[in-house]
């Protein structure tokens, strides 16, 4: 049996019963990444010794009856490296954490542990989640399984790319800007930016924290459902992290699209789209009016004001919240400095690769004096008004629909170049982190290259259920073109 063509929720109910074990399960896990990883390099680290550990544990928790309801109990998961998990490696892609091992796990793996999957290692991303391409990973880019002379997007590059190449069914990663959604897009796999604060981020190593949410990413909206479901909900250690009304995987299933209205901001398919991506949404839009809902266009001209207030926000954050990696607490600290300026110095120019700091001379410029109200505050306003945008829509639009990315994934080394081209790519996908909303990336189509075309389902804040189910309404019943 191929256990990588089942889907997250099928391997774990084969285990459950008792059809499978869930060392069986992780061999055929790590047997193909193995196979695998020299071509696609999804993967930072491996934790081998410590997944067959929990593996006895879980399967003693499986037979004992603990886990008989948990939808993924023995299901190996790879876990993005900006997460902490106690005694791994966690490096964010960087230099600067390359020998970091936490003495803890972040909320999200804790949970990830009590629902009974099993962690298989660490999986590659840009640095510090700075990027779309992966490229800018200390450890080498992942490339994508669909092309390998194509970026995988990114920064949850290598959370995408493994599930595309078939090393893992189920990934979490994160998404600051499109980070989950945009490399679901580029390689063709289902990714969920959840509502801001639906899951804790204690213990997600912060860049943008207003932004910062973190995901998964499966081959379905449904096993991605159920990810979400067994990470998601307060946490007294997170104060961001909200009590969220938990809806099951059968409303998911039974989800009816009859008499839901879709909007599709018409700002999302003028200039700069690929003609081939916005063909293959207004394709989508026909398939949802075949399943019964009603799709409208509308105007959303605040569109154009979406990246340059992303970056100046999200770099504001980072320059503050790298500040921390001084060479004097953790992490990488630079040898035989001259004195304290010079640890400082070095450590920091050592350290961070250029992309990092890129965003962090951006984001101390955005603070500095004389600057700050030009700039951070009136990007602080314009976030309010992107915010009001969605509100305003969401008082007549069930959910929205559109591109996830303007093209299909580029030629490694095309956007690195030029950084402004990269930046520019995430014009779809920055508005949904401003405004705290949840989207969902799946596939609705192919290029005439082969490549995948992502589209993204926008919900109100804390209605996962609504996108999910609509999505999994699209990939058991749309018909694609």
């Known amino acids: ?44 680290s491996l934790c081998k010794e410590e997944a067959y ?48 091992i936490p003495p803890y796990d972040a909320t999200a793996i804790r949970k990830v542990r009590e629902a009974g999957m099993v962690i298989t290692g660490k999986l590659n991303m840009d640095e510090f989640a700075m ?22 997007g990114g920064s949850s590059g290598g959370a995408a790319a493994a599930v595309a190449a078939g090393e893992n069914l189920l990934t979490l990663g994160s998404d600051t800007g499109g980070s989950i959604r945009q490399p679901a897009s580029f390689c063709g796999v289902t990714g969920l930016k959840p509502t801001y604060g639906a899951v804790s981020r204690y213990g997600l190593v912060a860049y943008a924290s ?4 973190i995901g998964p990413l499966a081959n379905s909206a449904r096993d991605c459902a159920a990810a979400f ?24 299933e039974s989800y009816d699209l009859a008499g839901k209205v879709i909007g599709i901001p018409s700002d999302y ?21 075949a399943l019964g809902a009603r799709v409208e266009e509308f105007a959303m001209p ?7 207030t992303y970056y100046i926000i999200a770099s504001a954050e980072a320059c503050s919240n790298l500040s921390r990696y001084d060479g004097i607490k953790y992490g990488y600290s630079a040898p035989n400095p001259a004195n304290l300026r010079d640890v400082y110095f070095k450590t920091r120019s050592e350290g961070f690769g250029m992309e990092v700091k890129r965003r962090i001379m951006l984001g101390n410029f955005v603070l500095s004096s004389g600057y700050y109200d030009a700039y951070y505050n009136k990007a602080l306003k314009a976030k309010k008004l992107i915010q009001q945008a969605f509100f305003d829509a969401f ?8 591109p996830v990315a303007p093209t299909t994934a580029l030629k490694i080394g095309e956007s690195l170049s030029d950084p402004l081209k990269m930046y520019l790519g995430d014009i779809y996908t920055v508005m949904i982190n401003l405004a705290g909303l949840p989207s969902v990336s799946l596939p609705c189509g192919q290029s005439s290259e082969n490549l995948p075309i992502g589209m993204q389902l926008i919900g109100r804040p804390f209605d996962e259920k609504s996108i999910l189910g609509a999505a999994h309404r699209y990939q058991k019943d749309g018909r694609a073109e």
């Open 1 to 44: 049996m191929e256990l990588n063509t089942l889907s997250a929720i099928e391997l774990s109910a084969k285990i459950r019963a008792g059809e499978l074990t869930v060392k069986q399960a992780l061999d055929d896990a790590y047997a193909r990444i193995e196979a695998q990883e020299p071509k696609y390099n999804c993967y930072i």
């Open 53 to 100: 550990r929990a593996a006895e544990e879980v399967q003693a928790r499986i037979d004992s009856g603990e886990l008989k309801d948990a939808p993924l109990a023995g299901v190996p998961v790879g876990i993005k490296d900006n997460m902490c998990t106690q005694g791994v490696r966690t490096t964010c892609a960087s230099k600067m954490l390359e020998n970091f």
């Open 131 to 152: 990027g779309s391409t992966t490229e800018t990973s200390h450890f080498g880019a992942t490339k994508n399984p669909c092309d390998p002379t194509r970026v995988p």
């Open 210 to 213: 207003s932004l910062d949410q």
């Open 229 to 252: 479901l067994a990470v998601c909900g307060r946490d007294e250690k997170d104060a961001t992290s909200m009590d969220y009304h938990k809806f099951t995987l059968a409303d998911i």
């Open 269 to 289: 398919l003028g200039e700069g789209i690929d003609p081939e991506v916005k063909q293959a949404i207004l394709n989508a839009a026909k398939q949802f009016e």
């Open 302 to 308: 605040i569109v154009k004001y979406a990246v340059p």
């Open 395 to 402: 008082q007549k639009y069930d959910m929205l629909l559109g």
